[in-house]
């Protein structure tokens, strides 16, 4: 592991649709002006593709020299992190985040070098295409035909400080793709027919805007309404719990939300092995509809449900008849009313489903 004494550099990533947005040139851009602001700026690391408007864009600023490396009895080069840690800027700016490094390197990846220099207390500015993110990299492939196979954790983005998209129209691309400001003219037109088709670049540019919009909502408080809605599925160890998953699934598909499956535990409670297995397949189940399962120890079933409602900021509650049945005993009056006391303040649906009957019209809990 790791260890420094200084703080940990602040990361500032700048993220795009496809390659030829303008990241690198925004990024450069954002980098001369703390320069001339008094910030000590270099360049770890630029990969300007025989761009010359790229290229212009990092005048003024130092380069850091490469590293070479030799492999297969060929010279490559690589960002020296020795080098730029030994100059130790204020700022460094290192283009192509999902780069993987020449076998043999110190770190496989550049994001790990970039997570090198965040621990020896340096500020990066780094840059991203959509595509690279783990997390999508199926839905890419599913969306444009194209297997991505550079990508870097989610987490690298969840931990930066600051995320700017950088965005153009997807016709404003294929223009500038047309007038060779983001390949080779020879390869311009297999770009146009594959992944620069514009289906492709509507798909990338709203996974790009949904990136981002998901991030600034996790900066809003709590007591905000949510910009999306968000389904949670409450389930209790009940062979109706499948059922139920389903339902709330269909539910947050026709809302193009995301699903999170909640099942509260009491810890003085052992489970049955029947009751085991079928908490394993409601979690197996979870991950094949694409939801996420969350099991939770409590000997309070209902201010744990409305706790994770407010931390995950749920908008949609789904519970089953089952679950009523479960603590009906304990409380006097319906398990409707009591939740939505527990939600008071907070704008969130709730879903009662019956076995073998539909689902009864939403109740708004806002105040």
Avoid at 63 to 73: F, H, L, N, T
Avoid at 81 to 100: F, I, S, Y
Avoid at 166 to 189: C, F
Avoid at 229 to 242: F, I, P, Q
Wanted: charged letters at 30%; a neutral charge.
């Amino acid at each position: 592991m790791i260890r420094s004494t200084h703080r940990r550099g602040r990361h500032k990533v700048f993220i795009g649709m496809a390659p030829g947005v303008g990241k690198t040139c925004r990024m450069l851009q954002e980098g001369k002006e703390m320069l001339r602001e008094g910030t000590d700026v270099v360049v770890g690391l630029l990969e300007t593709h025989g761009r010359l408007e790229t290229a212009r864009q990092a005048d003024g600023l130092e380069q850091i020299p490469r590293k070479r490396v030799r492999y297969q009895d060929v010279d490559l080069e690589e960002m020296d992190v020795g080098a730029v840690l030994a100059r130790r800027p204020q700022l460094v700016l290192v283009d192509e985040l999902a780069h993987t490094n020449v076998p043999g390197s110190e770190r496989e990846k550049r994001w790990q070098d970039v997570e090198m220099l965040l621990l020896s207390g340096l500020d990066v500015y780094s840059t991203l295409n959509i595509q690279h993110l783990e997390s999508l990299n199926d839905l890419v492939a599913e969306l444009t035909g194209v297997v991505v196979r550079e990508r870097i954790p989610n987490r690298v983005l969840e931990l930066a400080d600051e995320v700017v998209l950088v965005d153009v129209t997807p016709e404003t691309l294929q223009e500038r793709l047309k007038e060779g400001k983001v390949y080779a003219p020879e390869k311009v037109g297999q770009a146009l027919a594959n992944f620069f088709q514009r289906r492709h670049l509507v798909a990338l540019r709203e996974l790009s805007l949904r990136e981002v919009a998901d991030r600034v909502e996790n900066d809003i408080l709590p007591s905000l309404t949510p910009l999306r809605e968000r389904v949670m599925v409450c389930l209790a160890n009940y062979h109706t719990s499948k059922r139920l998953l389903r339902r709330a699934a269909r539910l947050a598909a026709a809302m193009d939300a995301p699903l999170l499956a909640l099942t509260v535990q009491d810890p003085n409670r052992f489970l049955s092995r029947e009751e085991s297995l079928i908490q394993d397949e409601c979690r197996q189940l979870c991950d094949d509809v694409g939801g996420t399962f969350l099991r939770e120890e409590s000997a309070e079933i209902l201010p744990t449900i409305a706790r994770v409602a407010q931390e995950k900021r749920i908008t949609q509650i789904v519970l089953g008849q089952t679950m009523r049945s479960r603590i009906k005993a304990l409380f006097r009056r319906p398990l409707s009313e009591r939740l939505q006391h527990q939600l008071r303040g907070f704008s969130i649906d709730l879903h009662l489903i019956s076995e073998g009957l539909p689902a009864q019209p939403p109740i708004d809990t806002a105040p």
